[in-house]
């Protein structure tokens, strides 16, 4: 897997932060060590270097630690819970950090959301959509999303099935406050090189097959693929941002 071993877990633990968590030490060298890896599976891919944009996954992490990665360079960062990120925004909100809304979001949590995310990348429903559109549109402005689509078809993972998404994208046509940038998906939980590229590979083809049919409103410019066990097969098929947790900040406490 392009020499990408993963997280080390040893001696990485400050006494210093509350809560626990890697230092600022530890938490530079794994940053460097992904951003290393993600410029070998560029090359690899024949892409040029930084051909994907990496995005840290903040579920579970302190606000600290997510200024620390801040300051080491980091500027984007996913949250999948809206309360969560409704919690720790405020408390960031000194930095340019560019919020994701990466997980499955409830309509009754769209409020929080709009307000601090500048883009969710997982839109799977038409209901959900039109609660964006509406309080977008009464605000006067857009926002960038991807569909998520579950290109495994494991039943535990959010996402619309690729055979789904043509037709979806034909009912987006209603909701002009949305600008579709790209699609999403979560690889399949397997070690096999094989099956989770191959999964990669029909979002990426799915991906291509969309531009070509010409979506309004849907430049489709993005991939978000991959997480720490698999980002760099993600990049070899074609991501261009990857969402990264573990591998960064350490094993997320319960
Ligand atoms: C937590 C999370 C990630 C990152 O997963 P790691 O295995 O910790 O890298 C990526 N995407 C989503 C949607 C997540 O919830």
Same mark, same amino acid.
């Given at each position: 897997?392009? @020499?990408?071993?993963?997280?080390?877990?040893?001696?990485?633990?400050?006494?210093?932060?509350?809560?626990?968590?890697?230092?600022?030490?530890? &938490?530079?060298?794994?940053?460097?060590?992904?951003?290393?890896?993600?410029?070998?599976?560029? +090359?690899?891919?024949?892409?040029?270097?930084?051909?994907?944009?990496?995005?840290?996954?903040?579920?579970?992490?302190?606000?600290? +630690?997510?200024?620390?990665?801040?300051?080491?360079?980091?500027?984007?960062?996913? !949250?999948?819970?809206? +309360? !969560? &990120?409704?919690?720790?925004?405020?408390? &960031?909100?000194?930095?340019?950090?560019?919020?994701?809304?990466?997980?499955? #979001? +409830?309509?009754?949590?769209?409020?929080?959301? &709009? =307000?601090?995310?500048?883009?969710?990348?997982?839109?799977? =429903?038409?209901?959900?959509? %039109?609660? #964006?559109?509406?309080?977008?549109? =009464?605000? @006067? /402005?857009?926002?960038?999303?991807?569909?998520?689509?579950?290109?495994?078809?494991?039943?535990?993972?959010?996402? #619309?099935?690729?055979?789904?998404?043509?037709?979806?994208?034909?009912?987006?046509?209603?909701?002009?406050?949305?600008?579709?940038?790209?699609?999403?998906?979560?690889?399949?939980?397997?070690?096999?090189?094989?099956?989770?590229? /191959?999964?990669?590979?029909?979002?990426? !083809?799915?991906?291509? /097959?969309?531009?070509? %049919?010409?979506?309004?409103?849907?430049?489709?410019? %993005?991939?978000?693929?991959?997480?720490?066990?698999?980002?760099?097969?993600?990049?070899? %098929?074609?991501?261009?941002?990857?969402?990264?947790?573990?591998?960064?900040?350490?094993? /997320? #406490?319960?």
């Amino acid at each position: 897997m392009t @020499g990408w071993e993963g997280p080390t877990e040893k001696g990485s633990f400050a006494d210093d932060v509350v809560g626990g968590g890697p230092s600022r030490e530890e &938490l530079a060298r794994r940053l460097a060590s992904v951003r290393e890896a993600i410029d070998e599976a560029c +090359q690899k891919a024949g892409r040029p270097a930084g051909c994907a944009k990496l995005l840290l996954a903040s579920k579970n992490v302190p606000p600290v +630690q997510i200024r620390t990665a801040y300051e080491l360079g980091a500027r984007l960062f996913g !949250e999948n819970r809206a +309360q !969560e &990120l409704r919690a720790k925004a405020p408390a &960031l909100a000194d930095l340019a950090i560019e919020w994701h809304f990466i997980g499955h #979001l +409830q309509t009754n949590k769209v409020r929080d959301v &709009l =307000r601090h995310a500048a883009v969710v990348e997982s839109l799977d =429903r038409l209901a959900l959509a %039109e609660e #964006l559109h509406r309080r977008l549109h =009464r605000e @006067g /402005r857009s926002l960038d999303v991807y569909v998520e689509v579950n290109v495994s078809g494991e039943p535990t993972k959010h996402g #619309l099935s690729p055979d789904e998404v043509p037709a979806f994208f034909a009912q987006l046509v209603r909701y002009p406050a949305l600008v579709v940038r790209g699609l999403m998906t979560l690889g399949p939980n397997s070690e096999d090189e094989v099956t989770v590229r /191959r999964a990669f590979r029909a979002l990426y !083809e799915l991906r291509e /097959r969309l531009r070509q %049919e010409g979506y309004p409103n849907a430049p489709l410019e %993005e991939l978000s693929m991959g997480m720490s066990r698999d980002f760099p097969w993600a990049i070899l %098929e074609g991501a261009t941002l990857v969402r990264v947790g573990t591998a960064v900040f350490g094993p /997320r #406490l319960p």
